[in-house]
């Protein structure tokens, strides 16, 4: 069992977190072929969390988590599966327009849209250690969503904000963020899944924002 936030101790260690997400340095390369591909194109790794103390902020979904409206640890819950992405919560004392997101990763916005289930939505088709992946970011405020589609972000740039609880921002759902990274550059809205083996088509997020994808 690894320890998905170590990186996130470390950094709070160094005070060097503040209020902007933490950047991790790069993974070197190893293999010629993806050398050689890295001189075709910029780097694209480089993840962050896309909101600051982020580690604090799961406290209720992780990735992977099974729920069922029986014993899920929110109430009332009305999904059953497995739990496609991390939820990251509210703090004490913040209100959801006042907390930023921010793009994960370097890459093109390929929606940003309100989709049932999450209220409003940002997909970003990014890469993740050499392959294409897509970061979602759920329950977003969609009015003050900030970035359009076609749109190049790079790591670290604001999206826009939490939709309010209960509301059409967030479909519903109490605020917070649902953000979830699928293999491939097709666009996956689904956030759970029936079995176990479907979940493989999404990575964990904890271990690509710890460790910059190893
Ligand atoms: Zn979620």
């Given at each position: 069992m690894r320890t998905p936030f170590s990186m996130f101790g470390l950094c709070l260690l160094l005070a060097a977190c503040g209020t902007a997400p933490a950047v991790l340095p790069p993974v070197p390369e190893s293999s010629a072929a993806s050398q050689a591909s890295s001189m075709q194109q910029p780097?694209?790794?480089g993840w962050i969390a896309p909101l600051d103390r982020a580690a604090e902020r799961?406290?209720?979904?992780?990735?992977?988590i099974h729920v069922t409206p029986q014993d899920?640890?929110?109430?009332?819950e009305r999904f059953t599966g497995y739990h496609t992405g991390m939820d990251l919560e509210l703090l004490p004392g913040e209100t959801p327009h006042d907390v930023t997101v921010h793009a994960a990763c370097t890459g093109e916005v390929v929606a940003a849209q309100r989709v049932s289930g999450y209220g409003g939505v940002v997909v970003q088709r990014c890469t993740w250690n050499g392959e294409p992946v897509t970061a979602l970011y759920g329950h977003l405020a969609l009015d003050r969503v900030t970035v359009s589609p076609g749109q190049t972000l790079q790591s670290g740039d604001a999206i826009g904000v939490l939709g309010t609880a209960y509301s059409t921002e967030t479909?519903?759902?109490?605020?917070?963020l649902h953000f979830a990274i699928h293999h491939g550059a097709a666009v996956e809205y689904k956030g759970?899944?029936?079995?176990q083996s479907t979940?493989?088509?999404?990575?964990d997020p904890a271990t690509v924002i710890t460790s910059g994808g190893s």
């Open positions: 780097r694209t790794e799961v406290t209720k979904k992780p990735f992977g899920s640890p929110v109430q009332p479909d519903g759902e109490r605020a917070h759970y899944v029936s079995t979940l493989g088509a999404w990575v």
